[in-house]
């Protein structure tokens, strides 16, 4: 059983960044896909980037790319989101997935309890 928990989340003015962690343990990190979800008020979970179990692969939604960047550091069972360039509707709560195969998937995955982000405009 793998257990995730997410930290870093906070207030942050727009255009301000923030760096978030997932910190995993119970499991072989280095085997799993790992990536980063979010939920907004009244909207369903999207997907907002994923890195492959070497950090060789990297994928991001549109809505995010060349503001945000994921990063996986093995020896210590961590991985990372620094956003950038925060905007308004980047506000939402972020849960770390770790999925036990080649990519991230959203069932048959372990989540953290999430963490919040909130962006001021």
């Known amino acids: 059983q793998v257990q995730l928990v997410e930290s870093g989340g906070g207030l942050v003015q727009a255009g301000g960044s923030l760096r978030l962690s997932c910190a995993a343990s119970?499991?072989?990190?280095?085997?799993?896909?790992m990536g980063w979800f979010r939920q907004a008020p009244g909207k369903e979970r999207e997907f907002v980037a994923s890195i492959s179990w070497s950090g060789g692969s990297t994928y991001y939604a549109d809505s995010v790319k060349g503001r945000f960047t994921i990063s996986r550091d093995n020896a210590k069972n961590t991985v990372y989101l620094q956003m950038n360039s925060l905007k308004a509707e980047d506000t939402a709560v972020y849960y770390c997935n770790a999925s036990p195969r080649a990519i991230v998937t959203v069932s048959g995955a372990y989540w953290g309890q999430g963490t919040q982000v909130t962006v001021s405009s």
């Open positions: 119970g499991g072989t990190f280095s085997s799993y896909a």
